[in-house]
């Protein structure tokens, strides 16, 4: 498991990428969910709508290697997340994994994004 110093560029490119989205419209209807699963694990979201993301750009992947250290990602549309009307309406990131996993989908978004 990474140590805490890892993590913090991997927060610090998220945030970065996050405040470039926010256009006073964005941040309002769009945006990114972290969340807890109950096997435990993480759930991350990602609106990918009103940005530069070519949704195909991302690819989905699961990589399995224990019971509490897996992860999976691709693009799905979701109702949920979105709602500006513009291209990718409702389509997001989502990344799921093991409770020692959050970074490396965080990591994962940011690699494909070119971040």
């Not at 991302?58 to 290697?65: G, T, V």
């Not at 309406?89 to 690699?111: A, D, K, Q, V």
């Amino acid at each position: 498991m990474p140590d805490m110093h890892e993590e913090i560029p991997i927060l610090s490119k998220l945030m970065r990428w996050y405040y470039s989205n926010c256009d006073e419209e964005w941040e309002h209807s769009c945006g990114v969910k972290i969340d807890t699963l109950d096997n435990p694990g993480w759930w991350v979201k990602v609106s990918l709508e009103g940005t530069s993301i070519d949704p195909k750009s991302i690819e989905p992947r699961k990589i399995y290697r224990d019971e509490h250290d897996w992860f999976e990602c691709e693009v799905l549309n979701d109702p949920n997340m979105g709602g500006l009307g513009r291209h990718h309406m409702n389509l997001c990131f989502s990344g799921m994994g093991g409770p020692h996993n959050l970074s490396e989908i965080i990591e994962y978004f940011l690699r494909h994004v070119g971040v």
